[in-house]
Nanobody, 125 residues
Framework: QVQLVESGGGLVQAGGSLRLSCAAS????????MGWFRQAPGKEREFVAD????????DYADSVKGRFTISRDNTKNTVYLQMNSLKPEDTAAYYC??????????????????WGRGTQVTVSS
């Protein structure tokens, strides 16, 4: 069982930055691929970024490439999402998710077994 707690969301003006954190309670964190997803009102949950166990491999949605950076600190059981040059269309609830140990990264929400409760990001124009 993995518990995930997101933090760092808030209200920011367009062009601003936020850093989201996701703290995981798991003795196997260093062997778990992690992902960030987001969901805006009335829309389906969509992939934002993912990262492999070691942090060597990352992937991003086209809409955030060059603006967002995913990273992890396995000594702190935490994954981060640095969001720069934010746009109003980035407004959504952001969720972190974990796969079972040893599974590879995936951009599919259905591939993830554990989810946090989300943190709201609102970008004003």
């Amino acid at each position: 069982q993995v518990q995930l707690v997101e933090s760092g969301g808030g209200l920011v003006q367009a062009g601003g930055s936020l850093r989201l954190s996701c703290a995981a309670s798991s003795h196997s964190f260093s062997r778990i691929a992690m992902g960030w997803f987001r969901q805006a009102p009335g829309k389906e949950r969509e992939f934002v970024a993912d990262i492999s166990w070691t942090g060597t491999n990352t992937d991003y949605a086209d809409s955030v490439k060059g603006r967002f950076t995913i990273s992890r600190d396995n000594t702190k059981n935490t994954v981060y999402l640095q969001m720069n040059s934010l746009k109003p269309e980035d407004t959504a609830a952001y969720y972190c998710a974990a796969r079972l140990p040893y599974y590879a990264c995936s951009g599919r929400p259905g591939a993830y077994d554990y989810w946090g409760r989300g943190t709201q990001v609102t970008v004003s124009s």
